[in-house]
Nanobody, 126 residues
Framework: QVQLVESGGGMVQAGDSLRLSCSVS????????MGWFRQAPGKEREFVAT????????YYADSVKGRFTISRDNAIDTVYLQISSLKPEDTAVYYC???????????????????WGQGTQVTVSS
């Protein structure tokens, strides 16, 4: 079982930036892809961004393109989510996810990932 630990969340104001981190318990090169999802109060968990071991171009949800950047540091087995120009509607619990098994599910879906972190809260005030 892959352990994922998110950090970097907090309470910020609209327009601020934040960098979330996800520490992975095993060599990231053994994983197929990493992703970030978020869940706002009363809403379903939604896809935010994904990056794979070999991808040059990460993939983002349309709602976050241009403001969110996913990256990974394989040397320290950590994935990041840089968020800029935060909006109140970005308020959510942000989850890191990892895929360690081959599946036909798209990388933008929850079913693609078999490992999840506990989440980190991001609260954006206007």
């Amino acid at each position: 079982q892959v352990q994922l630990v998110e950090s970097g969340g907090g309470m910020v104001q609209a327009g601020d930036s934040l960098r979330l981190s996800c520490s992975v318990s095993e060599r990231s090169s053994s994983l197929l892809a990493m992703g970030w999802f978020r869940q706002a109060p009363g809403k379903e968990r939604e896809f935010v961004a994904t990056i794979s071991w070999s991808d040059i171009s990460p993939y983002y949800a349309d709602s976050v393109k241009g403001r969110f950047t996913i990256s990974r540091d394989n040397a320290i087995d950590t994935v990041y989510l840089q968020i800029s120009s935060l909006k109140p509607e970005d308020t959510a619990v942000y989850y890191c996810a990892a895929s360690s098994i081959v599946t036909q599910m798209p990388r933008t879906t929850r079913g693609y990932y078999d490992n999840w972190g506990q989440g980190t809260q991001v609260t954006v005030s206007s």
